[in-house]
């Protein structure tokens, strides 16, 4: 099989359409044996032969066979145990091979069981970040006993390489087994998280231009009843030329663009004046200016005599 590895206890749907796995598939139904599953070591190969294959793999009854129209063939199989090749034998119109049945290495005791207990918690944490789990993945492992089915099972619905999963299924080892798969799920549910922290994220920042843009809108339709909007527009042009023709340092210069840009987003419905102090008041003191002249200049604007000149440091 092509990137697919069939775990005992799991059943999955496999497309075949190689004139050898339809032939080993339909004699396997003629003959009503199981078939076995080979992951092929190169997924690119059209014709793999004995050598391109792993030599461990799944046995496997085929529980349903199904051709379609167009000339597919699809089964629904279900891993029954692991085996070994263990010679290939010639004269067959399809991949034949005499087996050997490979037994899980158990063992009992406390440490297993605390194994056991946190990979399912594992398990269901990452099922909790998962969109539309199937809730009978979550029963079934929930109600899994055997140790190495769990680990099975889970590593069956883990996003892993076929490398990865085939290392999985040549472990025969239980407690060693359940190891790996808690360290493989690990980190998927690291990368699960962050996932999430980075979707919120985005979420936020687009609530939140979303609020702005239909604040500004709003706050445009209301100069715009009010009879403010182009007497605004009209005030920021004339500030902004006066910041280019007034010639100022370039920290004062950039201090004043900012404070004229925060003006357009939110508005001025005070008028001239109102703006000209925002400006002065946020503007730093020039050190060629001198605090005395900032003062005349702040003392002006408070009076009201506003003008669309902007003090120029001598």
């Given at each position: 099989?092509?990137?697919i590895?069939?775990?005992?206890?799991?059943?999955?749907?496999l497309?075949?359409?190689?004139?050898?796995?339809v032939?080993a598939?339909?004699?396997?139904?003629?003959?009503?044996?199981?078939?076995?599953?080979?992951?092929?070591?190169?997924?690119?190969?059209?014709?793999?032969?004995?050598?391109?294959?792993?030599?461990?793999?799944?046995?496997?009854?085929?529980?349903?066979y199904?051709?379609?129209?167009?000339?597919?063939?699809?089964?629904?199989?279900?891993?029954?145990?692991?085996?070994?090749?263990?010679?290939?034998?010639?004269?067959?119109?399809?991949?034949?091979?005499?087996?050997?049945?490979?037994?899980?290495?158990?063992?009992?005791?406390?440490?297993?069981?605390?194994?056991?207990?946190?990979?399912r918690?594992?398990?269901?944490?990452?099922?909790?970040?998962?969109?539309?789990?199937?809730?009978?993945l979550?029963?079934?492992?929930?109600?899994?006993?055997q140790p190495?089915?769990?680990?099975?099972?889970?590593?069956?619905?883990?996003?892993?390489?076929?490398?990865?999963?085939?290392?999985?299924?040549?472990?025969?080892?239980?407690?060693?087994?359940?190891?790996?798969?808690?360290?493989?799920?690990?980190?998927?549910?690291?990368?699960?998280?962050?996932?999430?922290k980075?979707?919120?994220?985005?979420?936020?920042?687009?609530?939140?231009?979303?609020?702005?843009?239909?604040?500004?809108?709003?706050?445009?339709?209301?100069?715009?009843?009010?009879?403010?909007?182009?007497?605004?527009?009209?005030?920021?042009?004339?500030?902004?030329?006066?910041?280019?023709?007034?010639?100022?340092?370039?920290?004062?210069?950039?201090?004043?663009?900012?404070?004229?840009?925060?003006?357009?987003?939110?508005?001025?419905?005070?008028g001239?004046?109102?703006?000209?102090?925002?400006?002065?008041?946020?503007?730093?003191?020039?050190?060629?200016?001198g605090?005395?002249?900032?003062?005349?200049?702040?003392?002006?604007?408070?009076?009201?005599?506003?003008?669309?000149?902007?003090?120029?440091?001598?």
């Amino acid at each position: 099989m092509r990137n697919i590895v069939l775990f005992p206890g799991v059943v999955l749907p496999l497309s075949i359409g190689r004139a050898q796995s339809v032939a080993a598939a339909q004699e396997s139904i003629r003959q009503e044996c199981p078939i076995a599953v080979l992951l092929q070591k190169d997924p690119g190969n059209d014709a793999p032969g004995p050598g391109d294959l792993y030599p461990v793999g799944t046995v496997a009854g085929i529980l349903r066979y199904v051709t379609t129209g167009d000339g597919g063939h699809h089964l629904i199989a279900q891993g029954e145990g692991r085996f070994r090749v263990r010679e290939f034998l010639p004269g067959y119109p399809f991949l034949a091979a005499r087996i050997e049945r490979l037994e899980e290495i158990t063992a009992t005791g406390s440490e297993l069981d605390a194994r056991v207990l946190h990979l399912r918690q594992q398990a269901t944490e990452a099922l909790a970040l998962l969109p539309q789990v199937p809730q009978e993945l979550a029963q079934a492992i929930a109600h899994v006993e055997q140790p190495g089915a769990l680990a099975d099972l889970i590593a069956n619905f883990l996003d892993l390489k076929a490398e990865e999963r085939q290392q999985i299924l040549e472990n025969l080892d239980v407690r060693s087994r359940l190891e790996q798969v808690s360290q493989f799920l690990s980190y998927r549910i690291e990368v699960l998280k962050l996932t999430h922290k980075i979707s919120e994220q985005t979420k936020e920042v687009m609530d939140r231009r979303q609020r702005e843009y239909f604040l500004r809108e709003q706050l445009k339709a209301i100069q715009q009843e009010l009879g403010e909007g182009e007497e605004g527009n009209g005030e920021m042009e004339a500030l902004g030329h006066a910041i280019d023709e007034a010639h100022l340092p370039v920290e004062v210069e950039t201090a004043a663009r900012r404070e004229l840009r925060r003006l357009q987003r939110i508005g001025c419905p005070k008028g001239p004046a109102s703006m000209a102090w925002r400006v002065v008041i946020s503007t730093p003191f020039w050190p060629s200016h001198g605090a005395r002249r900032q003062q005349s200049a702040l003392t002006s604007v408070k009076r009201g005599a506003f003008s669309t000149r902007i003090p120029r440091p001598r």
